[in-house]
């Protein structure tokens, strides 16, 4: 991407209307849902519902299977902790950091026949693909760049690290750029009414997805990676490619108008609104610094859980078989879940599973040194994380403006990534220096799980006094 040719959302009033969730219409005894100048009845929000569910599930198989793929590579081919933290987790919340916020503000600018959202979903979407094919061939490449450099090349395993890492860049990269914008596309087209029951059934899809990856292919990821990563990376290419034809955005209001004048006021000037208008209320302070404490609270584990195991002795199957029964947990508590955030308010669902995580982690950090405790702690682990998850999913849809969601988002992502990029290293560093005790990984999750909650409970305050789940409107 030339960053030289991307530009950030110029100064625009924020819109301050009530961002209530409006009961659908009922008209002749049917129902009828609105959003934006998009309406629906039942038959035509099942069918949106159906073709956003499967573009999830394509995005979720890509998704569910590479960290874990990744992580077996990056071990396989001798990375450190250090290495395999800042590669995994690091990296992706650093380009989004970079990358996300030019990529949403010019999605919210953008008007063309396909949309304000789908151009940026489905150009990056094949590129990413294809370097998943890459990535199967990795032997294939480190052996040929080994040979082609002859005496002067390093040894094959570090062909095979160098080669791998930059195809996982390459992937990222692209990969970044449509999530900048997927949840925009869904904030745009679901009525505000039912999306905390969508983000439930989101999320259903996604656990789905990793069910299916964990009962039948992760034990095959170390002897077939090469078949893995291309036959998933055709189904991502295809499958969410097909989701961006067959969804359809509304009309949009006319975009603000560019500045003009010389290209330092050009380029200064929105950078100064972008940067005013994400900070304008200390509300949105609360909710960046809400979201990246209580995502980076499930990182200790997320990040390091594959060599984890096999510091225990665990196998890959066995791993799997933990992995899919926290995913069926999940999908039975997921719809619950999600209309107790319709009905309740995802602060709420948050600052509950927080607190209740951080328990949980304090007490595996002490008890899961073998399989068995392990096994209980990581299923207590998945299912709270999940619950936070599920709930917490439309806590930006409910509390950012509707006009600049996707600036709002980015800005979001920004903070976020500074958990992404800083949690992982510094726990990795600890975890070579302390010989691989990873357990410790509970202890600091507990921790980050801790301070989440107080800062959700000090984000409750502040939704209250600015009317609450009843009056509340975007601040400006």
């Known amino acids: 991407m030339n960053y030289a040719t991307l530009r950030f959302m110029n100064p ?20 009828r849902w609105r959003v934006g100048t998009l309406t629906y009845g039942t038959a035509g929000l099942v069918v949106l519902f159906c073709w956003l569910l499967w573009g999830d599930f394509a995005w979720n198989m890509k998704e569910r299977a590479v960290q874990p793929m990744s ?17 995994v987790t690091s990296l992706p919340a650093a380009l989004g950091m970079l990358i996300g916020p030019i990529i949403s503000v010019r999605s919210d600018n953008h008007r063309g026949r396909w949309g304000r959202r789908i151009p940026y979903l489905l150009i990056p979407t094949p590129i990413a693909a294809l370097a998943m094919v890459g990535m199967g061939y990795t032997v294939e490449i480190a052996d040929l760049l080994h040979g082609l450099l002859g005496a002067g090349a390093p040894d094959p395993i570090a062909c095979r690290l160098l080669v791998f890492a930059g195809l996982w860049t390459f992937f990222e990269i692209f990969t970044v750029i449509a999530n900048s914008v997927f949840v925009g596309l869904i904030n745009d087209v679901v009525p505000q009414a039912v999306i905390g029951r969508f983000f439930a059934l989101f999320r259903i ?10 009962s039948f292919l ?17 189904l991502y290419g295809l499958g969410f490619s097909v989701m961006c034809f067959m969804v359809k955005e509304g009309d949009y209001p006319p975009p603000a108008p560019k500045t003009d004048g010389a290209f330092t006021s050009r380029v200064a000037e929105p950078v100064r609104a972008y ?4 900070s304008a209320h200390r509300f949105y302070i609360w909710i960046f610094v809400a979201a990246m404490i209580g995502n980076a609270a499930f990182l200790p584990i997320n990040s390091f859980d594959v060599p984890y195991i096999r510091s225990i002795g665990m196998t ?24 107790f955030a ?7 669902v948050g600052l509950c599973a927080l607190g209740v995580y951080a328990g949980i982690a304090f007490w595996a950090g002490f008890i899961a040194k073998d399989i068995t405790s392990f096994s209980v702690a990581y299923v207590a682990h998945g299912v709270v994380s999940g619950i936070f998850f599920t709930g917490t999913a439309s806590l930006f849809p409910r509390l950012f403006p509707r006009a600049k969601f996707a600036q709002f988002a980015s800005a979001a992502n920004i903070i976020l990534a500074f958990g992404f990029i800083l949690v992982p290293p510094v726990v990795g560093r600890l975890l070579d220096l302390t010989g691989h005790v990873y357990h410790y990984t509970f202890v600091i999750g507990g921790g980050l799980a801790a301070t989440g909650a107080v800062v959700f409970f000090i984000l409750y305050r502040q939704f209250v006094a600015l009317g609450g789940s009843e009056r ?3 601040p400006s």
């Not at 199957?317 to 879940?337: D, N, P, V």
């Open 12 to 31: 625009a009033p924020i819109p301050s209307a009530p961002q209530s969730k409006s009961a659908p219409e009922v008209t002749h005894g049917s129902k």
């Open 71 to 87: 992580q077996l590579l990056f071990k396989q081919f001798k990375a450190t902790d250090l290495i395999l933290g800042l590669m």
């Open 205 to 214: 899809v996604g656990l789905g997805a990793g069910i299916v990856f964990n």
């Open 218 to 234: 992760i034990g095959h990821a170390e002897e077939n990676f090469k078949l893995l990563f291309i036959g998933l990376g055709l």
């Open 275 to 278: 940067v005013r208008e994400c």
């Open 316 to 339: 890959m199957e066995r791993y799997g078989e933990l992995r899919s029964i926290t995913y069926a947990i999940s999908i039975f508590l997921a719809l619950f879940i999600g209309w």
């Open 342 to 348: 319709d009905k309740f308010h995802p602060i709420r």
């Open 472 to 474: 509340y409107a975007p």
